[in-house]
């Protein structure tokens, strides 16, 4: 599959992982995105950018990154700095995804009181998501 950020200065092609969407409610997310960020996990090593001269990547925690055009500030991956977890902006993929449906929210304890999902997805705190991708 291929994607983009919103200029289109920044391309890639990715190969999706399954077809569940995941929401972080974090704090990190909802203030780069002015909501929440629905993303899609991909198969370890298969991002591959075909255009990356304004591909930013912040360092954003001891354990994590995001990625983002610096032309158009669209967010397109966050990832474990070891690589072994990538994710992307579920929206940023070119063309509509067949069977994609809600299964996680993350963060969910830092998820303000003024929304709510209707469907019904697994929850996980911040301290359950933390401890799977950081074990110490």
Request: contains cysteine; proline residues 2%; glycine residues 6%.
């Amino acid at each position: 599959m291929n994607g983009q950020c919103l200029c289109g200065e920044t391309t890639f092609e990715v190969e999706l992982k399954n077809h569940d969407v995941h929401v972080c409610h974090c704090l990190m997310c909802r203030r780069q995105t002015s909501g929440v960020i629905m993303t899609v996990d991909v198969v370890k090593g298969s991002l591959n950018f075909l255009q990356q001269k304004h591909l930013s990547v912040f360092n954003s925690s001891e354990w994590g990154e995001r990625g983002f055009c610096n032309a158009c500030g669209t967010t397109i991956f966050w990832r474990t700095k070891d690589h072994s977890y990538c994710n992307i902006n579920a929206f940023s993929l070119n063309e509509p995804v067949e069977g994609l449906h809600l299964d996680m929210e993350i963060f969910i304890d830092s998820k303000p009181d003024f929304y709510t999902f209707q469907n019904d997805t697994k929850k996980l705190t911040g301290a359950e998501v933390v401890a799977l991708f950081n074990p110490e």
